[in-house]
């Protein structure tokens, strides 16, 4: 199993809801990433967990709460969006923090704030 | 700091023919890799090709193979025989060699169409 599954694929919500998305590889790996994608520009690293704790935090706003439940699972919670939040969430993960670049991506929640 | 610039927003291609794409960077660090990213219409983004800044003998995958001149920073891709299936973003990317969190810089992304 070499893939990366992210729920859901599509979220529209509006600026005051809470919805959450989630993130979930059986590769054994002990890093997972979140990025944000806007249309033709290139991933922006979020936040990275490594062993289930978060090693990086990109100075992401606090309306974007991320939660590693265990070394499988990767969760962001989304609370008081704004519209420009509006992007393609990417999940990835790899074999260790430090593990050359070579990152498995999910393909992405295409999240729309009203 | 790094940075990673690809000047081809958008490249064509007719099927069955070679494409080179270019990637320049700019890195204070001696050991460092490289790596060029595709991200097909179905979003996935998948690792393509990587190449470690200290072997000299360009990395190669099948019909993807890179052109890595570390004196003049650039790191270009060339596909061969191209197929539409080749059709995606491709990003170009670096990261340090000694770098906690696997931390990458990525380029702004070409866009590759293949003509059938």
């Known amino acids: 199993d070499t893939e990366v599954t992210q729920t859901p694929k599509h979220l529209v919500m509006g600026m005051t809801n809470k919805k959450s998305l989630k993130c979930e590889q059986h590769?054994?790996?002990?890093?997972m990433y979140w990025y944000k994608q806007k249309a033709k520009k290139p991933p922006e690293l979020m936040f990275v967990?490594?062993?289930?704790?978060?090693?990086i935090n990109e100075s992401v706003p606090s309306r974007f709460s991320p939660e590693c439940p265990n070394s499988s699972l990767l969760n962001l919670h989304l609370h008081a969006l704004q519209p420009e939040d509006s992007a393609l969430y990417l999940c990835?993960?790899?074999?260790?923090?430090?593990?050359?670049?070579?990152?498995?991506f999910g393909e992405g929640s295409r999240l729309t704030v009203l | 700091a790094q940075t990673v610039t690809q000047s081809q927003p958008e490249m064509s291609v007719q099927e069955a023919e070679t494409v080179t794409l270019s990637c320049t960077y700019d890195?204070?660090?001696?050991?460092?890799?490289l790596f060029w990213y595709k991200q097909p219409p179905s979003r996935q983004m998948i690792l393509v090709i990587r190449?470690?800044?200290?072997?000299?003998q360009n990395a190669t995958e099948n019909r993807f193979s890179v052109n890595f001149q570390k004196a003049a920073k650039s790191f270009s891709l060339k596909i061969s025989d191209s197929q539409l299936g080749d059709a995606a973003m491709y990003f170009c990317?670096?990261?340090?060699?000694?770098?906690?969190?696997?931390?990458?810089?990525f380029g702004g992304g070409t866009r590759l169409m293949v003509k059938p």
């Open positions: 990317a670096q990261r340090p060699f000694n770098n906690a969190g696997n931390m990458l810089t």
């Open positions: 990835a993960s790899s074999h260790s923090f430090d593990r050359a670049g070579e990152l498995f």
């Open positions: 190449q470690e800044a200290y072997k000299q």
């Open positions: 890195t204070s660090e001696s050991d460092y890799y």
């Open positions: 967990y490594s062993y289930e704790k978060l090693s």
């Open positions: 590769m054994g790996h002990r890093a």
